[in-house]
């Protein structure tokens, strides 16, 4: 009972939300095809942006181990240890990077660059 409930509730919300937007679209002459596509375009900005945080993290987890075994007190350890320190500095020195098919890297920084470029410049 609670969950049919629920379920018209959230009819009702989508059916009210939509037949608000139609008659703001019909009263400032804004078409609806115009709040579709809005719409759809801040769908796929918000999707990608989700996407380039993910890449951000698999930088900045990579930027965590390096500064933890700088910061770890290497110098005391015996020689095999020091040497693995070294391995493990120099294998993170050519980070993991997600890339959308090897044209873009996923980031923050690309992505600002991105919506700056898009928003400003067309």
């Given amino acids: ?11 009702f919300r989508n059916s009210r939300s939509y ?4 008659q703001v679209a019909s009263q400032s002459e804004i078409s609806g095809e ?9 769908s796929q900005l918000i999707h990608i942006l989700l996407l380039t945080v993910q890449g951000q993290f698999v930088l900045n987890s990579n930027d965590e181990i390096i500064e933890s075994i700088y910061d770890a007190s290497w110098y005391n350890a015996n020689r095999k240890t020091q040497l693995l320190f070294v391995l493990s500095i120099r294998s993170c020195l050519s980070p993991p990077i997600l890339s959308a098919g090897g044209l873009l890297d996923l980031n923050l920084k690309n992505f600002a660059e991105a ?5 400003f410049f067309k």
Avoid: W
Avoid at 2 to 10: A, E, M, Y
């Fill in 115 to 119: 919506s700056f470029k898009n928003t």
């Fill in 1 to 11: 009972m609670l969950q049919t409930f629920r379920s018209n509730l959230v009819l």
């Fill in 34 to 42: 115009l709040i579709k596509d809005s719409v759809f375009l801040l």
């Fill in 19 to 22: 037949y608000a937007s139609k």
